[in-house]
T-cell receptor
Framework: NAGVTQTPKFQVLKTGQSMTLQCAQD?????MSWYRQDPGMGLRLIHY???????DQGEVPNGYNVSRSTTEDFPLRLLSAAPSQTSVYFC???????????????FGEGSWLTVV | DAKTTQPNSMESNEEEPVHLPCNHS???????IHWYRQLPSQGPEYVIH???SNVNNRMASLAIAEDRKSSTLILHRATLRDAAVYYC??????????FGPGTSLSVIP
């Protein structure tokens, strides 16, 4: 059981480049989300999805796009990378209904992104 | 905004119990109380959750106030490996999850 898988683990981008962070889960979770975590700070929600074809903005969505074409995958796209997007990115997933194990959230191992 | 408030930091001596408090005065009847912890350079991991009754598992205990407006995560014997940031969140069905800054726990040898 792989859980939540993120790729790549490390990436260096030049300002203005675009890239996609991949996230996949094999637990048939409806809810998926992306967080960023700057050094010494907490987790900030970028975008989230409650099912295939449904996405919505979180706290800090600017500069990022998402799509959810399948239940398993939730890629995060950086449109034109900026140094302010240097951060660690975490993908997370869970069931939506409270009756299913209390909606425990599973996190990926993180993707370290540096924009120079 | 996060629906919970926690102290920014706490200290504990090794092998002593630790009580990490969390206030959630706006909790609704169907919200689950979740605790996660994040070790340095790792993603957050699940610790424990509860709805109304106190809960125990191999990692910790969760004490929930009778009015559910606060809860306490209890680590029975702190070890150096328990030094982490602990997050208390409310898990609402069909809604996004916002994390607060959490409590940074330091364990003193």
């Amino acid at each position: 059981n792989a859980g939540v898988t993120q790729t790549p683990k490390f990436q260096v981008l030049k300002t203005g480049q675009s890239m996609t962070l991949q996230c996949a889960q094999d637990m048939n979770h409806e809810y998926m989300s992306w967080y960023r975590q700057d050094p010494g700070m907490g987790l900030r929600l970028i975008h989230y999805s409650v099912g295939a074809g449904i996405t919505d903005q979180g706290e800090v969505p600017n500069g990022y796009n998402v799509s959810r074409s399948t239940t398993e995958d939730f890629p995060l796209r950086l449109l034109s990378a900026a140094p302010s997007q240097t951060s660690v990115y975490f993908c997370a997933s869970s069931y939506m209904s409270g009756a299913r194990t209390g909606n425990t959230i599973y996190f990926g191992e993180g993707s370290w992104l540096t924009v120079v | 905004d996060a629906k919970t408030t926690q102290p920014n930091s706490m200290e504990s001596n090794e092998e002593e119990p630790v009580h990490l408090p969390c206030n959630h005065s706006t909790i609704s009847g169907t919200d689950y109380i979740h605790w996660y912890r994040q070790l340095p350079s790792q993603g957050p991991e699940y610790v424990i959750h509860g709805l109304t009754s106190n809960v125990n598992n191999r990692m910790a205990s969760l004490a929930i106030a009778e009015d559910r407006k606060s809860s306490t995560l209890i680590l029975h014997r702190a070890t150096l490996r328990d030094a982490a940031v602990y997050y208390c969140i409310l898990r609402t069905s069909y809604d996004k999850v916002i994390f607060g800054p959490g409590t940074s726990l330091s364990v003193i040898p």
